[in-house]
């Protein structure tokens, strides 16, 4: 398997441009989790998916973001309009909790660059 | 409510000498336990698990973890540490529902030659 893909691996935006980062998670899994990774913030969870049926979306920073999951191997996370605030590197990460395995697998993160 | 603590956001060791990394758990549950390491510019990665059984678990890399109840610790380590395990290293705890992780602050490892 090729694992999480994610792309693009780093964006650099000005201010106020919209911002989709994609994922692909691992065939078969049934959760998709997005996550940020800052110095400062550490690594926050801001959605998750079961099923791509978003469960917990309490994370998300504000309206600004949002997320989608159209099918079982594709999910974005859209920024609009990004701000200098949101440079941070997203994760996508994909776990099979049905049959007990748990353990979430993770891209390798696109580095969010807004200047 | 789940919750993980690991002890020293930043560890350094010289290389061949003992990799000790604390974590600490909260879990009104029997915990799942998780060691995952961050290399500079890459994901997470996921290192060794404690479900349930044994209460030493061996890992990628050398490392192992060992589960204490009593002590509500799930700390890692590795007798002799190389220069390639210097990265972050993240805890975790599964939520009662096994679909959410929570993760500590990571812990920074130097290892000096």
Not at chain 1, 21 to 46: A, N, V
Not at chain 2, 15 to 28: F, K, Q, T
Request: glycine share 8%; aromatic share 12%; with cysteine.
């Amino acid at each position: 398997d090729a694992g999480v893909i994610q792309s693009p691996r780093h964006e650099v935006t000005e201010m106020g441009q919209e911002v989709t980062l994609r994922c692909k998670p691992i065939s078969g899994h049934d959760y998709l989790f997005w996550y940020r990774q800052t110095m400062m913030r550490g690594l926050e969870l801001l959605i998750y998916f079961n099923n791509n049926v978003p469960i917990d979306d309490s994370g998300m920073p504000e309206d600004r973001f949002s997320a989608k999951m159209p099918n079982a191997s594709f999910s974005t996370l859209k920024i609009q309009p990004s701000e200098p605030r949101d440079s941070a590197v997203y994760f996508c990460a994909s776990s099979l909790v049905r049959g007990g395995t748990y353990e979430q697998y993770f891209g390798p993160g696109t580095r969010l660059t807004v200047t | 409510a789940q919750s993980v603590t690991q002890l020293g956001s930043h560890v350094s060791v010289s290389e061949g000498a003992l990799v000790l990394l604390r974590c600490n758990y909260s879990s009104s549950v029997p915990p799942y336990l998780f060691w995952y390491v961050q290399y500079p510019n890459q994901g997470l990665q996921l290192l060794l698990k404690y479900t349930t059984g044994a209460t030493l678990v061996k890992g990628i890399n050398g490392f192992e973890a060992e589960f204490k109840k009593s002590e509500t610790s799930f700390h890692l380590t590795k007798p002799s540490a190389h220069m390639s395990d210097a990265a972050e290293y993240f805890c975790a705890v599964i939520s009662n529902t096994g679909n959410q992780f929570y993760f500590g602050t990571g812990t920074s490892l130097t290892v000096i030659p």
